[in-house]
């Protein structure tokens, strides 16, 4: 067994990993050498099953679907037709596109730094590749990434169970997808299936939408997608059994039902797991948390005072892209410089659903909120029903919540469901970094008419909530919220 001695070795070659080995060698000593260690396929989660892919689905859902309510503005199409395989095939060609950007990157990697193989801990800087080489690293990067989860039992069903990653090889539509889980992943396939034709139920254990977590945003949510969905909350999964060319699933309800139906394919979407179990953690003498995901610092992201950083979704703390990217950055850049670490960009969380509506949830969110500011936020709502720019494109569905800290008029976070939430989070988040108050903000320019009105709005109400110190007492519920009018057109607001 061949021995390699490397400066730093990145475990995992996906958007983290391939951040962390490019900030690597920007930072280290020009001699040194880095090492990138892949035992799977390259072109990173985002592009191969991802980000990508599921919204060239989504976005001919969104073509369908226009078709469908285009008569409600007086515009009336032909007969429309589905044409499953050829929307397959575009998903398809425009994943191995983008697919192809990420490879040709991996290309211009040079040969000796790239190590095919899985790797395990056998010492806190040594690792061995399959059983041919053992790497002696200066310092270490785990970028290994997540899994999705599919409970053992559902998997002895065969594979008919599917994750999302598989939807992406489909080269057509099926009859009927029953889709486990209303986190961001299931709502947003399963949305796009459904305004494709396809026959899809929605199964939830919970009352969870997405991301969202603010109590009262959350029971309007849940109204709008059970509107659109076949979506069953507080249902249990019972089993899922194959039953010929199709799976019998059953199902109990929270008022005790029991329920058996069948569906072609079932969409597992209940989450993913940290890649880090058959790591040899145990042997890298750092801390590992109960899940047995080590114990890191959020803006170095180094394992203790260890020679080992973690990035991305194996550290199982904000999974979604543009944070794989920095963290693989701030990982890759201590470990070049290791031992000299320091505190990296971590930028204002910002998540977005690509349902329809949109979901996103911007800086500190109502639950934590709820621990790290207790009684000492306050909350300023819109409503999108009777907002005008809403109006006018038929998109008047949702709200936004919007909370500030007592006393500074910080501008702390938000969780929206509503119109062209993807900008309007962007925006929110833009001002929750710059650290700007709410007052700030109402001083900034609004045209009209716009979305961003309702921005104004909220602003408006939470300006003068944390005026009355409400800190201690919710705004008015989102129920009366929704039904005041509109300020948008109000002059001098």
């Not at 990993?17 to 990173?44: F, H, W």
């Amino acid at each position: 067994m061949k021995t390699i001695e490397v400066d730093v070795a990145v475990i995992g070659a996906g958007s983290a990993g391939l951040a962390a080995y490019s900030a690597a060698r920007k930072s280290a000593k020009p001699d040194s050498r880095i090492v990138l260690i892949e035992s799977g396929p390259y072109g990173t989660t985002c592009a191969r099953v991802g980000c990508m892919p599921s919204k060239l689905l989504i976005a001919a859902a969104e073509a369908a679907h226009m078709l469908g309510a285009a008569p409600d503005f007086g515009v009336h199409p032909g007969v429309v037709r589905i044409d499953g395989p050829a929307v397959m095939a575009r998903v398809r060609s425009e994943r191995d596109r983008f697919v192809g950007f990420v490879i040709d990157g991996v290309d211009r990697i040079p040969a000796e730094d790239k190590i095919v193989g899985r790797a395990r801990f056998i010492g806190p800087r040594r690792l061995e590749v399959d059983g041919y080489a053992i790497i002696d690293a200066g310092a270490i990067v785990i970028a290994t990434g997540s899994t999705p989860i599919v409970p053992d039992d559902w998997k002895e069903a065969g594979e008919r169970v599917i994750i999302s990653d598989d939807v992406f090889d489909w080269t057509d539509l099926p009859g009927s997808v029953a889709v486990i889980g209303s986190g961001v992943i299931g709502l947003e396939l399963g949305q796009a299936l459904h305004r494709l034709g396809v026959r899809v139920s929605v199964f939830a254990r919970g009352g969870t939408v997405a991301q969202l977590t603010d109590p009262l945003l959350l029971p309007l949510a849940q109204q709008i997608i059970e509107g659109q969905l076949d979506m069953r909350f507080h249902t249990a999964i019972d089993s899922v059994l194959l039953d010929g060319h199709q799976l019998t699933l059953t199902s109990t309800d929270g008022a005790g039902h029991q329920r058996g139906e069948q569906f072609d394919y079932v969409l597992a979407a209940v989450g993913r797991s940290p890649n880090v179990r058959g790591l040899g953690l145990e042997l890298a003498q750092i801390e590992l948390d109960a899940r047995g995901v080590p114990l890191y610092d959020q803006r170095t992201m180094q394992c203790g005072s260890s020679a080992i950083f973690i990035a991305g979704d194996a550290d199982d703390e904000r999974p979604v892209l543009p944070e794989a990217v920095d963290q693989g950055r701030i990982a890759g850049a201590n470990a070049g410089r290791y031992p000299e670490v320091q505190p990296g960009l971590r930028r204002t969380a910002l998540t977005i659903a690509f349902t329809e509506p949109q979901i996103a949830t911007v800086g500190a969110r109502h639950k934590a909120l709820c621990l790290s500011h207790a009684g000492r936020f306050a909350v300023g709502a819109a409503s999108f029903e009777n907002q005008g720019r809403s109006r006018v494109m038929l998109q008047n569905q949702g709200a936004l919540r919007l909370y500030g800290e007592c006393g500074s008029g910080l501008f702390l976070g938000a969780e929206m469901m509503g119109p062209r939430a993807e900008h309007l989070g962007h925006l929110l988040a833009w001002a929750c970094q710059a650290r700007l108050t709410v007052a700030e903000m109402l001083d900034m320019p609004f045209y009209h008419p716009v979305v961003e009105e309702g921005v104004r709005t909220a602003l408006h109400e939470l300006s003068k909530a944390l005026a009355n110190e409400l800190a201690k007492t919710l705004a008015p519920s989102l129920a009366e919220k929704i039904d005041l009018p509109s300020i948008d057109c109000t002059p001098g607001c």
